[in-house]
């Protein structure tokens, strides 16, 4: 049984960072590209950032780029998202998710497994 959990998450000040960690199990870690995603009340859950099976590419929405790095541990089987220069915006809860393959890909439906997700809160 595949199981994702996040960590991480919390209460942080516009400006601040924080660094998510996801724990994989159940999967051949390594075989899998991973990506984040996030859900803000009342929106539709969206893609944050990506990461190939190898870790040598890597794939952002724009409105993190240059703020947020994806990072993958296959020693470890965690994924993990430091998020930088916190913006309000950014509030959501937050969801690793393990891809169907090897591809990098940004829509949801090509993950297959997600988290239960952890809280991300950036006060202004």
């Known amino acids: 049984q595949v199981q994702l959990v996040e960590s991480g998450g919390g209460l942080v000040q516009a400006g601040g960072s924080l660094r998510l960690s996801c724990a994989a199990s159940?999967?051949?870690?390594?075989?899998?590209?991973m990506g984040w995603f996030r859900q803000a009340p009342g929106k539709e859950r969206e893609f944050v950032a990506a990461?190939?099976?190898?870790?040598?590419?890597?794939l952002y929405a724009d409105s993190v780029k240059g703020r947020f790095t994806i990072s993958r541990d296959n020693a470890k089987n965690t994924v993990y998202l430091q998020m930088n220069s916190l913006k309000p915006e950014d509030t959501a809860v937050y969801y690793c998710?393990?891809?169907?393959?090897?591809?990098?890909?940004?829509?949801?439906?090509?993950?297959?497994?997600w988290g239960q997700g952890t809280q991300v809160t950036v006060s202004s």
């Open positions: 990461i190939s099976w190898s870790a040598g590419d890597t």
């Open positions: 159940g999967r051949t870690f390594r075989n899998y590209s």
């Open positions: 998710a393990t891809a169907a393959g090897r591809a990098l890909v940004a829509g949801t439906r090509f993950y297959d497994y």
